[in-house]
């Protein structure tokens, strides 16, 4: 099946600064990259939708200036937390479709801690 | 706005046993339904993913059903082994969109 990497598995960051969070699909190309977030025990929620070389779109909720999205090539997305807070932390998924509008692909995952 | 629903929230078996993860979702109008796979502290593996159109899915040891009607889901493992342990996610695509809704999954323990 399609791969897709997340970089890195795991962040601790302090209060303030800014994490990014790569995104990439190894052997397809995605047109559409998703990432979510989930907190223990809950639901995987859809932050936003990026599709490759145009601005993403946010659910309803998320803050685009916080959560910046960037989708420049067929094989990456990337994710900046910018001026983390400790209610950031959280386990980022991504997830790729390729061009036939089927299943997406996840990825592993990056827990985030902001102290 | 679509709510999907898993139970139970946690289930623990005996090696061998067979059982059944339920899923329900509050609007019919969905693509497609997948079953998801979640270890601890990783992301998700793909099980099985049931067309709108379709009743049911098999692959190994798991089935999935689908009555859309009724907003339902189950999925079905036969023989359950410890390897089998882990969270189960349902998700609905809606119609219309390419948003996947998931719901909040039943962690599965299979003790040997």
């Known amino acids: 099946g399609a791969v897709v990497s997340q970089h890195p598995s795991r962040v601790i960051c302090k209060s303030g600064t800014s994490v990014k969070i790569e995104c990439r699909s190894l052997?397809?190309?995605?047109?559409?990259m998703f990432w979510y977030r989930q907190f223990p025990k809950q639901s995987l929620m859809l932050m936003a939708t990026?599709?490759?070389?145009?601005?993403?779109?946010?659910e309803q909720g998320v803050e685009k200036d916080k959560f910046l999205i960037n989708h420049a090539s067929l094989t990456l997305s990337t994710l900046t937390v910018t001026s983390a807070h400790p209610e950031d932390s959280s386990f980022y998924i991504c997830?790729?479709?390729?061009?036939?509008?089927?299943?997406?692909?996840f990825g592993p995952g990056t827990r985030l801690l902001v102290l | 706005k679509q709510e999907v629903t898993q139970i139970p929230a946690a289930l623990s078996v005996p090696e061998g046993e067979n059982l059944v993860l339920n899923c329900s979702f509050t609007?019919?109008?969905?693509?497609?339904l997948q079953w998801f796979r979640q270890d601890p502290g990783k992301g998700l593996t793909s099980l099985l993913l049931i067309q709108s159109s379709q009743r049911e899915q098999t692959s190994g040891r798991l089935n999935a059903s689908l009555d859309k009607s009724s907003g339902r889901s189950t999925l079905y493992i036969a023989a359950s082994q410890p390897g089998d342990s882990a969270t189960y996610l349902c998700?609905?695509?809606?119609?219309?969109?390419?948003?996947?809704?998931f719901g909040k999954g039943t962690k599965l323990t299979v003790n040997p």
């Open positions: 052997d397809f190309q995605a047109t559409t």
């Open positions: 990026s599709n490759e070389g145009s601005k993403a779109t946010y």
């Open positions: 609007d019919s109008a969905i693509y497609n």
């Open positions: 998700a609905v695509v809606i119609g219309g969109s390419e948003k996947l809704v």
């Open positions: 997830s790729a479709r390729g061009r036939v509008r089927e299943t997406q692909y």
